[in-house]
């Protein structure tokens, strides 16, 4: 579910992804699979963002880093963000931070689009992490998995706790956050915003963000 002021509730099959979805292609061959997609179908395989880019996203100098999983990436937009003071489940918050940096951090993550996911002070952030408990709560919808909500200075991430370490929730629900990027549920279209279960940002994902983040 998703509304014109930047609402997304998300199920658990959008969010952590479905076992019923087909097989998914090579990495080489999924790009080559989805463009044709792309021009035919009215959705396309492309993320749709209801914002102009580059959205929330802040323009930086091009500048290299080193991802989590040891690659050399380059970066040149930034979003910023920190855990809320208060986790469900017994998570602490330095147990959030470290989950969350090390999925953000890494080279499959956004930063292949050039995105820089940068812990910051809370009273600094531009989005906030949280872990609840479950039933999620998100505008009309009584029992998500995942909400994005709140002003585009202050976006506010919520997931349900069974979801923690899930990195394809995190990429899914930043989509939401710094672009207000729609849910892609075609099955010839891998993406993280759609299914299937555990995977990174597809090319596709990577393209589309890319293009967008830099428009």
Known sequence: MED????????????????????????????????????????????????????????????????????????????????APD????????????????????????????IALRRVPFE????????????LTCGPVHNAAGCTSGPDSRRLIRMVEGTFGKHKGLMHELIHAFGHGRHNTI???PSVMGGPPDIWPSPSDISSTRQWAHS
């Open 87 to 114: 986790q469900a489940g017994g998570l602490s918050v330095a147990e959030v931070e470290a989950s969350v940096t090390k999925i953000f951090r890494d080279s499959k993550s956004w930063m292949a689009a050039g």
């Open 124 to 135: 600094e952030a531009q989005c906030i992490v949280e872990y609840v408990a479950a039933p």
């Open 4 to 83: 014109d002021n930047g609402l997304f509730a998300c199920d658990l099959d959008e969010l952590v992804g479905s076992d019923d979805w087909p097989e998914v292609p090579e990495a080489g061959a999924m790009d080559a699979a989805a463009e044709p997609l792309m021009a035919a179908s009215s959705g396309g395989c492309r993320i749709r963002f209801n914002l102009p880019g580059p959205g929330n996203l802040r323009k930086m100098p091009m500048t290299t880093v080193v991802s989590s999983d040891g690659f050399d990436m380059d970066v040149d937009r930034l979003y910023t963000w920190a855990p």
């Open 187 to 189: 099955e010839s279209c």
